[in-house]
């Protein structure tokens, strides 16, 4: 019994040694996405750098990673680009927002109605394959060269891809759960509440995602054109006088804020 007392013993503690590596393991996958994407960004960082401060390039073409740090550590630092980060988020706060007021509740109608489908579909189609650059003159005669020209160029960028999108998943709602709701006498709001907006969900957040990107570009394009004041402007000065690192600067805060909003649209 003895025996059996230490070997039992043993094992416990065995056991108790041998904890850590399933609690990694469950950590390791819990986080797995994180931790691969963090490495692969800090690789390509260091490797950047490595070849900047190798000299194959000129710093007038290519500026290092710490080199873009440090111009965006001092812009920051001066207060030279606030104003511009204002300015660009409120274009794409606004613009964007437009573009989810409205974009959703006419493409759930536009779906839903098959008589206005049938109207609106022309427009819709003709409008989303026309480039909005296209029509950026148009907005600057109509607008000038203000806030609301670049706020409009942000909605139509962001308005389609989220209408196109909500309209796909209210079509293709199950055919099958729409014949049985109706066959025990489900009215139509009944069918649209419980059935149609459930399975539309997907689409819509899917066109939320396209539509972050696409007011992103309205924004820089916008401001690209005509603009005082913005990141896209920042960009287009930098690179007019060569501050390779600044234009770095409003490339690396476009695409973090970029990544933050999509991210955002994944978890909800």
Avoid: H
């Avoid at 511009?84 to 007021?101: A, K, P």
């Avoid at 806030?147 to 960028?157: D, H, Q, T």
């Avoid at 099958?176 to 139509?188: D, I, N, T």
């Amino acid at each position: 019994m003895a025996r059996n007392a230490v070997e039992i013993k043993r094992g416990r503690i065995a056991a108790t040694r041998a904890e850590p590596a399933p609690r990694l393991r469950e950590f390791y996958l819990k986080n797995e996405r994180w931790m691969i994407g963090t490495a692969a960004v800090l690789i390509f960082i260091a490797l950047w750098e490595a070849f900047t401060r190798s000299g194959a390039i000129s710093p007038i073409l290519l500026s290092s990673p710490l080199a873009v740090a440090s111009a965006g550590a001092a812009m920051f630092a001066s207060g030279e680009i606030w104003n511009d980060l204002w300015v660009s988020g409120v274009e794409f706060f606004v613009g964007f927002g437009l573009s989810v007021l409205l974009g959703i509740p006419l493409g759930l109608a536009v779906g839903w109605y098959r008589r206005l489908y049938f109207a609106v579909d022309p427009f819709l189609s003709a409008l989303y394959a026309t480039p909005r650059v296209a029509l950026l003159p148009l907005i600057i005669i109509w607008l000038g060269i203000g806030i609301w020209s670049k706020v409009a160029i942000v909605f139509l960028g962001a308005f389609f891809p989220i209408c196109v999108n909500t309209l796909s998943g209210v079509k293709t709602s199950d055919a099958r759960l729409l014949r049985v709701s109706r066959s025990f006498g489900a009215s139509e709001l009944q069918i649209f509440k419980s059935i149609v907006l459930p399975s539309s969900v997907p689409f819509i957040l899917t066109g939320l995602r396209l539509g972050v990107g696409r007011a992103l570009i309205g924004v820089v394009v916008g401001e690209l054109y005509a603009a005082t004041a913005g990141i896209g402007f920042m960009i287009t000065v930098a690179g007019a006088t060569f501050q390779t690192d600044k234009v770095f600067v409003g490339i690396v805060i476009l695409a973090l804020f970029g990544v933050f909003c999509v991210e955002l649209l994944t978890r909800l």
